[in-house]
T-cell receptor
């Protein structure tokens, strides 16, 4: 148990639909990250929150993607008007304090058909 | 996006053999991490390295942070069936705001 819960574990959606994923750290961690992982690749950084503030966004995060962390605890990642290229595993990770050891959730596998 | 150069891409070994994999980068990292990922799951942290030249062990796993801060290796001794999976290296720059940069993974397969 890494202390990070992600829901849903799997999502199949039709192209053009909106989807939302949720990340719930079990305890409070001020740093939260979202990553995307496609088949045969390592995870790629999408965005970073320190508490409720979104401090960094990758150029991979197109304007169809939006992430929030309203109370500095759980976070959501929404994809609007999904495309087939959005099919991937979406991973949430947290770090404890100033350590850079990142602990990942189980991920949400998105399939866009 | 940028990814680290990780090799080999896959390894086919016999149970009991030692395994070695490495990761290189054209840029410097302040932290190197090694993860293992099983199918359909998130990566699980194996070892974290914080100082150039550091050698760290975790059971049968040993990892080193290269002196140039541009490379790292992971060794697994006396492999067992549960070692099967994909191993990823990841580098972290100072501050951590831009997240981890990962390699493409080494797929470890253990032949009976």
């Amino acid at each position: 148990d890494t202390g990070v819960s992600q829901n849903p574990r799997h999502k199949i959606t039709k192209r053009g639909q909106n989807v939302t994923f949720r990340c719930d750290p079990i305890s409070e961690h001020n740093r939260l990250y979202w990553y995307r992982q496609t088949l045969g690749q390592g995870p790629e950084f999408l965005t970073y929150f320190q508490n409720e503030a979104q401090l960094e966004k990758s150029r991979l995060l197109s304007d169809r993607f939006s992430a929030e962390r309203p109370k500095g605890s759980f976070s959501t990642l929404e994809i609007q008007r999904t495309e087939q290229g959005d099919s991937a595993m979406y991973l949430c990770a947290i770090t404890e304090g100033v350590n850079t050891e990142a602990f990942f959730g189980q991920g949400t596998r998105l399939t866009v058909v | 996006g940028q990814q680290l150069n990780q090799s080999p891409q896959s390894m086919f070994i016999q149970e009991g053999e030692d395994v070695s994999m490495n990761c290189t980068s054209s840029s410097i990292f302040n932290t190197w991490l090694w993860y293992k990922q099983d199918p359909g799951e998130g990566p699980v942290l194996l070892i974290a390295l914080y100082k150039a030249g550091e050698l760290t062990s975790n059971g049968r796993l040993t990892a080193q942070f290269g002196i140039t801060r541009k490379d790292s290796f992971l060794n697994i001794s006396a492999s067992i069936p549960s070692d099967v999976g994909i191993y990823f290296c990841a580098g972290q720059r100072r501050g951590g705001a831009d997240g981890l940069t990962f390699g493409k993974g080494t797929h470890l397969i253990i032949q009976p």
